[in-house]
């Protein structure tokens, strides 16, 4: 639910911020060639997966300025996916519920003040956060670098940042680009477009002990159910009959899920033996990172179009996501690992617009794929800029 009382705040926010926080004007080449020591990013607003396709702004960033300090401003629901990111040196922790708890919200901004950042980047391809620049022009920077606002409906960015990246809408480009489009237009940029997530030695620890009270070991077959949107949803039966497939072919199965993964679960599991066979495992709710290890340990792995296919793209993983209103073109990991079946067409439905389309991808067209990934090609080569 949204929070009516931040709206107001927000709204002054934007006029204070057009009015009275102006920083210094810089050039694109007077950036580059500042040095800082200490970067400050501001993302505070994502979905898992974008957070991710974000990662290689955070890699540009460090490439253009190899011996800066950097920290990055994220919200609590992504802050395990950059935990251990090598291009970023510390994390701040934003929740929206600060506007309501004002001793809160000074603390983290007394903590930002104390990193003393040189330059802050507001980090925003696809909206304005009004919210996000008031943390960079609060952060004490003496430079604020940030998306023109006005494609947005905002009139901030001019009147307050040191320097304005170009926010044209690039809506025919991948993610990966299109988040790293406003810091090209700028000149930072990288040819490595591979994201990133990194695994920490315990969450890697915790994923074994986890298979040993499962009695799996590396090299089992992975699927995950869920997704954060309905219409990404393949059918829970469809999902069932592929692990009762994949075990009498002899692979073990582990089962992943999340905490909006409850439907999708119980559905496949309707539709499996009570209990399940020896070597089919439902895996404990866990951490994103030991999620992760678990993935990285997999020997393949099936899923919908939602964040997770992501995190097993920068693992890499052999993948194999399947696809229904969103293009692939734009939205699948950008690692060879990963293998996108897209739904051939669209039934009427009447749950919306963009539903009707998971169904129509046939259980005997991904057993086939899922089976084939290494021979497809799953190699996880990184993605470069050509």
């Known amino acids: 639910m949204p929070d009516r009382k931040a709206k107001p705040v927000k709204r002054l926010l934007s006029r204070w911020i057009a009015r009275l926080a102006r920083r210094p004007a810089l050039t694109p ?67 929206q519920r600060m506007w309501r708890r004002p001793a809160r919200l000074w603390g983290l901004l007394a903590e930002m003040r104390a990193f003393r950042p040189d330059v802050a980047f507001v980090l925003a391809s696809v909206s304005f956060s009004v ?12 430079y604020v670098v940030g998306a023109d606002s006005r494609p947005f409906g905002h009139d901030v960015s001019a009147a307050a940042f040191s320097l304005e990246m170009p926010s044209r809408p690039e809506l025919d480009t991948h993610a990966v680009r299109h988040s790293l489009a406003p810091l090209r ?38 699927l995950h159910p869920g997704a954060g949107k309905g219409q990404n949803i393949w059918p829970a039966e469809r999902f069932a009959a592929l692990v ?47 999620g992760a290890a678990l993935l990285r340990l997999a020997d393949r792995f099936l899923c919908n179009d939602t964040g997770v ?26 690692s060879d690992a990963v293998v996108a079946l897209r739904s051939p067409r669209q039934t009427p439905d009447g749950r919306g617009p963009e539903y009707g389309w998971m169904e129509n991808i046939g259980e005997e067209d991904v057993w086939r794929a ?16 050509e």
């Open 29 to 95: 080449a007077q950036l580059r060639d500042l040095a800082p020591r200490r970067v400050l990013l501001v993302r505070q607003h994502n979905q898992m997966g974008d957070m991710i396709c974000a990662t290689p702004c955070f890699r540009a960033l460090r490439e253009t300025f190899p011996d800066a300090q950097i920290a990055l401003v994220t919200a609590p629901v992504n802050r395990e996916v950059v935990l251990h990111n090598p291009h970023l040196d510390r994390i701040f922790t934003f929740e």
């Open 244 to 290: 009762r497939r994949a075990e009498a072919a002899g692979h073990a199965v582990l089962i992943l899920h999340g905490p909006a993964d409850a439907q999708a679960l119980a559905g496949v599991l309707a539709h499996l033996p009570d209990p399940l066979p020896p070597t089919v495992k439902v895996a404990p709710r866990a951490s994103i990172g030991v």
């Open 370 to 385: 899922w089976r084939g990934l290494r021979v497809a090609g799953a190699t996880g080569e990184r993605a470069t800029e």
């Open 309 to 334: 296919m992501h995190l097993a793209g920068a693992l890499p993983v052999p993948t194999l996501a399947l696809f229904g209103p969103t293009d692939p073109e734009l939205w699948k990991p950008p």
């Open 185 to 222: 237009g700028i000149g930072i940029t990288t040819r490595d477009l591979s994201t990133v997530v990194a695994i920490a030695p315990e969450e890697e620890e915790t994923a074994r002990r986890i298979l040993d009270d499962l009695g799996l070991r590396p090299g089992y077959w992975a």
């Open 131 to 142: 919210t996000s620049a008031a943390l960079a022009l609060l952060s004490g920077a003496r």
